[in-house]
């Protein structure tokens, strides 16, 4: 995963003063998923992701490549 979604979800978790077990138990994931999500693991199921992030009114999507010639 992104760093910049791992430091989005934590951020966004803090900013609602939640704990990693309240967001896990309000989006309906394991605890062990949420402490992946947020240290960056690089392999995360995008349903679980989506769970998560939908509590914050976002999703994970398609993002166009600028080319970096």
Request: glycine share 8%; net charge negative; aromatic share 4%.
């Amino acid at each position: 995963m992104d760093m910049q979604l791992a430091i989005f979800v934590k951020d966004m978790r803090k900013e609602h003063g939640l704990t990693q077990e309240d967001l896990a138990a309000k989006a309906g994931v394991g605890l062990r998923f949420v402490r992946e999500l947020e240290q960056g693991k690089q392999t995360l199921r995008m349903d679980k992701v989506n769970q998560v992030l939908m509590l914050f009114g976002h999703e994970v999507g398609a993002k166009e490549m600028k080319n970096e010639e």
